[in-house]
């Protein structure tokens, strides 16, 4: 599956931001999808994670209560709904694509899409 991720951008702290990743391929909805960041001189790290039919969504401590990740498996896109942006938040966002486990390791899955960059400001 090829992933391309878009919405992302400058924002002020305190503001939303809604990330979308369009996939290509008919077996998108058998795959787990997830949302990762990577800040400059950081690892990349989960924000969050859905199983295939988005029943089971699992976020890192710094996203619950902040961020929604959804998906639609008929139009092939996952969401990442970003609210009360803070400067910490600042990262290259990528989703992810796995045919198989819920991994919060990135070498668990095995595509991703180019990044999208979201800036936020104090």
């Known amino acids: 599956v090829q992933l391309q991720a878009f919405g992302g951008g400058p924002v002020q702290a305190g503001g939303s931001l809604r990330l979308s990743c369009a996939a290509s391929?008919?077996?998108?909805?058998?795959?787990?999808m997830a949302w990762f960041r990577q800040a400059p001189g950081k690892e990349r790290e989960l924000v969050a994670r859905?199983?295939?039919?988005?029943?089971?969504?699992n976020y890192a401590d710094s996203a619950k209560g902040r961020f929604t990740a959804s998906r639609d498996n008929a139009k092939n896109t996952v969401y990442l709904q970003m609210n009360s942006l803070k400067p910490e938040d600042t990262a290259v966002y990528y989703c992810a694509a796995a045919r198989s486990g819920l991994s919060s390791n990135a070498s668990g899955y095995d595509s991703w899409g180019q990044g999208t960059q979201v800036t936020v400001s104090s």
């Open positions: 859905m199983s295939w039919s988005g029943g089971a969504t």
């Open positions: 391929g008919r077996t998108f909805s058998t795959y787990v």
